[in-house]
């Protein structure tokens, strides 16, 4: 099969491997589409940051580097091995692109998603949504019903949305304020308006971006470069949002989250940092207010599978380009990292042939 494959900063291949083989337990899926993430954009960049260096090895895959890229993908089942049920050949799913030990505190408590040893299909072994097949453990597998795969592909990052708003703690009817208008603080705008949001306030200085914040469920946005963004949020709420997001990974916006947040107030980051931050501790301490962290998903896709079902989240308006494999580098990586501003989403299909 044809799969492409980080080698190293800025070397992306597409590459002959082995066809993968299904064992017991596991699931075979012909990928439909895959999303290009951040974090991938990230390893090409400046990797391998989560990808596994030569002579490191990840300690459940025992791959290093070269790795299988793409997770957030969605297909249709191609083979199933002995035990498997529920699932059969020709049903949509989409992968939580996990692998983790099952043994640790984390996986322990219900919280795998934390697993000591984690590591991401797609970024820590010989599997991954930029390939035109891949092989995971059943438990993975989440089946789409009549939910079409180029959707299914955007279950994983909604996931991470809906993941944080979980965890925020966020009530029906609450005001929230969500800090960059890229594609996971859009996607935090949907799951927000999902959960029944009162007030949703985005905070993004770039004009396209905020053109997206509003079909993405934002009820005000707010340019930083022109207003106080802090001010203008206590004024919106009477006081300060319910709950606060961090979707940038910027030092000055955290502390402008922290700021816009009422006293007992939460700020969720999402962010993934890429430098160790400057936080003002007595911001926090002067107003109790509780800052959380939120990594991707646990046990989150199966609700997000059913809010595109419903169609209480559009998902299309997300989808900005399809590309086919052989794009990935220039129509994929570089189109988002050289025009950030105007894409949410490009879409990978790893066919052949892109239909």
Not at 204 to 224: L, N, Y
Not at 249 to 269: E, H, K, M
Not at 316 to 323: E, K, L, P, V, Y
Request: aromatic fraction near 6%.
């Amino acid at each position: 099969m044809r799969a492409a494959r980080f080698h190293g900063p800025g070397d992306i291949r597409i590459d002959e491997m082995p066809d993968p083989q299904v064992g017991p337990g596991q699931v075979e899926i012909a990928v439909d589409w895959c999303g290009i993430c951040g974090t991938d954009l990230h390893e090409y960049l400046e990797g391998p940051i989560f990808i596994p260096p030569k002579g490191e090895p990840h300690p459940l895959t025992g791959v290093e580097l070269p790795v299988v890229l793409g997770h957030e993908f969605a297909g249709v089942v191609a083979a199933v091995g002995a035990g498997v049920s529920g699932v059969s050949e020709g049903d949509r799913v989409a992968v939580e692109p996990y692998w983790v030990c099952g043994t640790c505190v984390a996986c322990r408590s219900g919280r795998y998603n934390v697993c000591r040893s984690l590591g991401f299909v797609g970024l820590a072994g010989d599997q991954g949504g930029f390939a035109e097949r891949c092989v995971v453990d059943q438990r993975w597998v989440h089946p789409l019903g009549d939910l079409p795969t180029d959707l299914g592909a955007l279950v994983e990052p909604l996931a991470v949305g809906y993941h944080a708003v979980r965890l925020s703690g966020m009530r029906p009817g609450g005001t929230a304020v969500v800090y960059g208008a890229g594609p996971i603080g859009l996607v935090t705008t949907a799951a927000l308006k999902a959960a029944g949001a009162g007030r949703v306030i985005v905070v993004e200085p770039a004009a396209a971006r905020k053109a997206k914040a509003g079909p993405a469920g934002a009820d005000v946005v707010i340019d930083p470069v022109t207003d106080d963004a802090p001010a203008a949020v206590l004024d919106l709420t009477g006081g300060g949002a319910d709950v606060a997001f961090e979707c940038a990974g910027i030092d000055a916006v955290l502390a402008s989250a922290i700021g816009s947040v009422r006293p007992g107030g939460t700020v969720c980051n999402v962010a993934i940092w890429g430098h160790v931050p400057s936080v003002a501790v007595n911001d926090l301490v002067m107003s109790e207010v509780n800052l959380i962290g939120s990594l991707a998903y646990c046990d989150d896709h199966p609700s997000v599978i059913e809010l595109l079902q419903s169609g209480r989240v559009d998902a299309a308006q997300f989808i900005s380009g399809r590309i086919g494999l052989d794009d990935l580098v220039t129509g994929g990586f570089r189109e988002l990292i050289d025009n950030k501003e105007e894409n949410v989403k490009i879409l990978v299909s790893p066919k052949e042939v892109l239909a």
